[in-house]
Each structure stands twice: as structure tokens, then as C-alpha cells.
DNA sequence: TCTTGAATACTTGTATACAAGTTGGTTAAG
DNA sequence: CTTAACCAACTTGTATACAAGTATTCAAGA
């Protein structure tokens, strides 16, 4: 995803085996993973890395607007006051991680904020799928997040009131004002990490 | 999922490798799998069995669900001859199969239909998801189907005709119509499954 | 009787070995 | 010069070996 690997390149067990200093058993393991996360392709012979294109990126956050509208339109006509206070005190954490320039915890209570709201719904199948695209929405969080910091660390500021509204919104329980602002905080998002992660690969 | 396998059952590498004559490797290869898609949970020892209860198979259709109405609103106003021939050709294959008694042949047919539609989409990262799912929802299908053709053959009738509805759908481009046709025949299926699968188990 | 502890028989995670098959290059023949 | 065949160096999939850790059982002592 950082774009140290390019699109195309080959891998293989042995090879990465050696370059790792450990045997062929995990490092197939997190081939398999990856492939499910669909970052590489396995084939007859070696595993394919497949470049992230502005399209999957698109198509990530297509998943994610896909399963938080699905997840908000259940939540919404009901009182969540636990769920509030989690989602607050991880903004809050947010802000102290901004206050000390630590781009990973704010990457992480990033998705921590989001993935709070997808537990609450208590949906096993629903949280299959978000932990299947997971990982790969931290790892973009992180490159997005560290570029953030380091080019236009004011340019935080307006993520954290989205999240803000957010709250507010789930606090009026108006389910078309949920998903309104969860969609432009999507598109924004969409936005600024598609521009950061295809500069870098 | 048949219920050959009581809920809470544990399972471990060495028993299966022993159990079906082959080494661990290919073994936790498929523990993983079936991990991945929320059959059994994997912990510091032993697999566990999950149970499939009513509420799980009302969660994998509000997933399919999901998926096919993200699908056919995309697919909706477009026209889409070469799909609705596929389509159709799997319709005359669902009747074949119920003709001469191959439930499995019809209950891949039934899968097929709607994975081509999912594949029209041309989206990759939803195709995942599908893909995620898939194998499930073949079994569950599999169960369902030889139970429906050897309990009420003529039941397999309204099965048929709901995909007839679904491709009349399709043609008028009309969205809401197609959603609703959509929409209905999974209620169906998920009652059906619903129903089998857990008398089975 | 209950608790504690040690031993044993499990468990998984990782390392290594081996078999079967694919790819690519080099050599020999036409 | 081209083509075909063989060989060598790779690949993955599976089997096995080993290390580290965990649960359970049984016995001994309070």
C-alpha cells in the first residue's frame, strides 16, 4: 500500500522466507491474508502484488459507506448514550494525539471511532466483513494520517469536527442527518487518501 | 452447517490430520478458511464449532441482500443484454436440473444466477466480499435444495419463476421494481433456508 | 475435604524436508 | 538461423520434526 512494492512484482515464499529470516510457514499464512485482502493475487507460481489504483481505493470506500450506512440505519432510532460516550472519548484522544503529533494513535482512534459504531450494531456477519477490509483501511489511516501531520497538520483540525458532527447527528437520531454526515465525511476521507496514498506508489 | 457437527464442538489439528489421513498443514489451512467465514472460531486451543442459529442465517441474508441491492443499483439503468442471456441460459439449466432430479446442479444454477449478476458489477472489492460469503451460502443452498426436492418437489416451481421475475425486472431498468423483486425472493429463500437448516441441526 | 503443585499429555506456531510440477535457458540437431 | 528437447533451478503443496506453552489430572499436604 505505501507503494514500496510495485504493481506487479512477484513473490515468493522462498524469497521473502530468506528476506524475513523465518521459514516458509508464516510467511504463507500472511500471503493468504493478504490475498484475501485482495493486495496480492495468488497464482500457479509466485503471488502477484496488485497496485492500488484510484478505482480500489474508490472501491474501499464504496465497502465502507456500504457497511456504515447498513449499520447507522439500524442504530439510528435508537438511544446509544454508551456508544456516545466511547465515540466522544475516542475524539478526545484524537485531539491529545494531534496536541503530540502522534499520527498513529490519531490514525487509530480513527478507526477506532468508526469501528465502535459497527460493533454496536451486533452483527456477526456485518463484523466479518468490516474485519476483512480492516487492516487495510488502518494501513491507509496511517499513510494518509503521517502525510497529514507532516505536510498540513492544520488540515486536522476539520477531520476531528466531522466527527463531531457525527456525534451530534447520532444525538438527534435523525437517521437521514446520520447518514448525511457520515457520507460527507466518507467523501472527504475518499478524497484525501486516495491523493495521498497514489502520490507515494 | 449440516449439523453433523454439534455446536461448541472443538476441534484440533492433530485429530483432524489423524481423523482424515493427512498432514496439519492443509488442516489449518482450512481451519483458517472456515474461520474466515465465521464457522468455527479459532482460540489458544482448539477450533470451536459455531452453532448456526436462526439469528445467523437471518444476518448472511441481510448481507446478501445488501450486496445484490448495491450491485443492481448500479446495474439498474443501464442496459444489460448479454447478462439477461446469461441469465436466462441459467434459468433453462435451474429446469433442467429439476427435471431430472440434480439438486446439486440446481442449487449451483441458483447460486450461478446470482453471482453473475454480482460479477456485472465489474466491482472488485464487493466481488470480495461476495467471494467471502460464497462458500456458505453454496452449502447452505446445497442442504436446502436436496431437502426441498425430496420433501415438495413442486415447491422448486416458485423458485423458478421468482428468478423469471427478477430478469422481467432487469428489462424494465427499473430500479425500485427490481429491488422489490429482489428483495422479495430473498425473504423466501431466507425463510426456506431458515427452515431446513435448522431442523438439521 | 480442600487446596496446591508437579507431571503428563495435549495444544499451537514455526522450521525443515521432500515430492511433484513449472519455467527458462542452453545445447544440439535440422 | 530456427526449432526442439533436455536439464537445472526454481515454484508450491504436503509431511514431519521440534519448541514452547497450556490444560488436566493425580497425589500429597494442610
Chains 1, 2 share one sequence.
Not at 466522544?88 to 499520527?103: T, V
Not at 444525538?171 to 448525511?180: A, F, L, P, V, Y
Amino acid at each position: 500500500m505505501s507503494g514500496e512494492l510495485k504493481k506487479g512484482t512477484i513473490l515468493s515464499e522462498n524469497q521473502l522466507s530468506a528476506e524475513f529470516g523465518m521459514s516458509r510457514s508464516p510467511i504463507r499464512e500472511a500471503l493468504r491474508v493478504l490475498s484475501n485482502e485482495g493486495l496480492i493475487e495468488l497464482q500457479r507460481m509466485g503471488a502477484v502484488v496488485i497496485g492500488l489504483t484510484t478505482r480500489d481505493l474508490n472501491e474501499l470506500y464504496d465497502v465502507r459507506l456500504l457497511l456504515e450506512h447498513f449499520v447507522l440505519e439500524r442504530l439510528s432510532e435508537v438511544n446509544h448514550d454508551s456508544l456516545i460516550k466511547k465515540l466522544e472519548q475516542s475524539i478526545d484522544q484524537m485531539n491529545m494525539a494531534a496536541k503530540y503529533d502522534e499520527y498513529v494513535e490519531f490514525a487509530y482512534q480513527d478507526l477506532r471511532f468508526h469501528e465502535l459504531v459497527i460493533i454496536e450494531a451486533d452483527h456477526k456477519r456485518i463484523l466479518k466483513l468490516w474485519e476483512s477490509i480492516r487492516e487495510i483501511i488502518l494501513a491507509a489511516l496511517l499513510i494518509t494520517t503521517e502525510k497529514r501531520f507532516r505536510d498540513d497538520k492544520a488540515a486536522v483540525l476539520p477531520l476531528i469536527e466531522q466527527h463531531h458532527e457525527m456525534i451530534k447527528a447520532l444525538k438527534s437520531q435523525n437517521t437521514e442527518r446520520i447518514q448525511d454526515e457520515v457520507k460527507r465525511h466518507f467523501e472527504d476521507t475518499r478524497n484525501t487518501i486516495t491523493a495521498s496514498l497514489l502520490n507515494e506508489a
